[in-house]
């Protein structure tokens, strides 16, 4: 598969693991840790060149949306260049990287098959003709205080209560799991060009605030300079006028531990990018990855 050429799917993505995993499987480890509601395996990359499970751990996952379809293909790209390409060495020399390519199979495979603009999860809800939350409404943080609907056929209806939703549950599960060693949080998303911070339910500055501005301004610098014109940082009511709780990057901030915790809106002018331009918005982007990959590494 050719992750700059076309959308793949969910059994597509599965195979682009696995064979990697057979090629390179001192680095790369494919783990299935939890199942969607619809009973899809979800899977996660480990890529790791050593250390014995000690190592800092930079967790990413796309695909929480289900039409931000660019948000895989990013992924997907993430772990084949720290996999396959011999100057990304570096980036996996003393940080590991765990990458869910996909975290709302459901969601994808019916944006795909059926709705080119799902976004939520495809569980049923008390109101029968309506299907799904917005998994990134659903995490227990503050869960529901702002910008959320209750109305279950709303885009971002936050479920009937915290981890309603198999997919946020088992990511949250997910990331107690690394508690201790999880240095960076990125969810990737689309569309917008910017980089987003903690927190999402507040306008309330993270005690930390300047650390997340400067590996921030780090990371927008280096996608910037690979020719994207405008990438911004900031939190979420700067970069989106609004504030939204239940999302991934405040649980993983506020209850998980993670140091660094972001939102990454990829830098495509729409939800329907076509397949041919992956490639221009997705290898830029990459560098912002770099520069985290050399943030957390101390190489900074
Ligand atoms: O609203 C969202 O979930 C994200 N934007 S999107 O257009 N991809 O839906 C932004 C999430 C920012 N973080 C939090 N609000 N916690
Ligand atoms: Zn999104």
């Known amino acids: ?9 969910y059994d597509e993505m599965n195979e682009f693991m696995d064979d990697l995993q057979r090629r390179f499987p001192h680095l790369a480890t494919v783990a299935t840790f939890g199942r969607s509601y619809e009973g899809r395996d979800m899977k996660v990359m ?15 996952d796309a695909g929480i949306h289900a039409r931000e379809w660019i948000a895989p293909a990013m992924a997907l790209y993430i772990i084949q260049q720290l996999v396959e390409n011999p100057s990304n060495a570096d980036l996996i020399a003393n940080v590991d990287w765990h990458v869910i390519p996909l975290l709302n199979p459901d969601g994808y495979e019916y944006s795909h098959t059926t709705d080119r603009m799902w976004r939520k999860t495809r569980s049923v809800t008390d109101v029968p003709e309506c299907f799904g939350a917005d998994p990134n409404r659903n995490f227990d943080f503050y869960w529901g205080v702002v910008g959320v609907s209750w109305d279950p056929c709303k885009e971002t209806y936050a479920g009937h209560e915290p981890f309603s939703e198999a997919e946020s549950e088992a990511l949250a599960m997910y990331g107690l799991g690394l508690r201790g060693r999880l240095r960076l949080y990125v969810a990737i998303h689309s569309y917008g060009g910017v980089f987003i911070h903690p927190w999402g339910y507040s306008h309330q500055k993270p005690s930390d605030y300047p650390k997340l501005v400067a590996l921030g301004q780090e990371v927008a610098g280096a996608i910037r300079r690979a020719g994207i014109p405008r990438f911004d940082v900031g939190n979420c009511f700067e970069m989106l ?35 041919v331009h992956i490639e221009r918005y997705v290898v830029p982007t990459f560098e912002g990855f770099r520069a985290m990959g050399r943030f957390v590494s101390g190489v900074f």
Not at 1 to 9: E, G, K, T
């Open 1 to 9: 598969q050719d992750v700059l050429r076309s959308y793949l799917r």
């Open 46 to 60: 480990q890529i790791s060149s050593g250390g014995g499970g000690q190592r800092p751990v930079i967790l990413i």
């Open 241 to 275: 006028g609004e504030l939204a709780a239940g999302g991934s990057d405040d649980w993983m901030k506020g209850v998980a531990g993670a140091n660094f915790s972001y939102t990454l809106e990829m830098p495509v002018p729409s939800f329907t990018t076509p397949a």
